[in-house]
């Protein structure tokens, strides 16, 4: 039996790869499953794994940007020092797009709390997502989205904590929890840390 035009295109890897780097990260997990060849390429092209956010740290890697973020006097975010209004986080498109994102929300700060002492790395995710923060339900299996990077270039360690508004109005955050991963965070060492907060 003959191939057809488009079995002939697909089977070319390079043409293969450009027609999967077009599509959605969501789309790219799914389509894994269509056939051995796609996802054994999806596997091991590095730009399909610089796209999934699962390529890990390399000494190519280019250095994580930062952005000033200045909050007006009326309203800082709980968590924040009303002494200090201008803070550096990382650009947001340096942000995992899979993490829950709100208002004063899934941050990754390089922050310098008078009580704390040094500046660190921060995630910072309102508590209001804790309990629904499951990448797994967003169109790719929960193993894949596991091992995705929180941001890239990838980050090796950071604090994350928790924070909410009791029912007083009075802000509460959770103890802070230290992350390390050599090759890069991944939303897993995330999930991980807000389930032993539960």
């Not at 550096?88 to 498109?93: G, P």
């Not at 967003?138 to 596991?146: L, V, Y």
């Not at 090796?156 to 909410?164: D, K, L, P």
Request: with cysteine; hydrophobic share 35%; aromatic share 8%.
């Amino acid at each position: 039996m003959e191939a057809s035009v488009a079995d002939c295109v697909l089977g070319v890897t390079e043409l293969l790869e450009n027609i999967l780097l077009k599509l959605s990260i969501r789309d790219i997990f799914q389509v894994q499953r269509v056939c051995k060849q796609w996802k054994v390429l999806i596997d091991t092209s590095p730009s399909l794994q610089e796209a999934m956010w699962l390529a890990t740290l390399s000494p190519s890697s280019p250095p994580t940007e930062y952005e000033t973020i200045t909050y007006p006097n009326d309203r800082y975010p709980p968590f924040f020092n009303p002494s200090t209004t201008d803070e550096r986080a990382v650009a947001a498109q340096h942000l995992n797009p899979f993490l829950p994102q709100r208002s004063y929300g899934t941050l990754l700060k390089v922050v310098d709390f008078m009580n704390w002492g040094q500046s660190t790395n921060r995630l910072v995710i309102p508590a209001t997502d804790v309990d629904s923060f499951s990448p797994g339900g967003k169109g790719c299996g929960r193993t894949s989205c596991e091992k995705m990077q929180v941001c890239k270039p990838p980050c090796t360690g950071f604090a994350a904590f928790c924070y909410h508004m009791d029912g007083n109005g009075v802000p509460r955050t959770s103890s802070l929890m230290p992350l390390h991963n050599a090759t890069g965070l991944r939303l897993g060492d995330v999930m991980k840390a807000i389930a032993s907060l539960k």
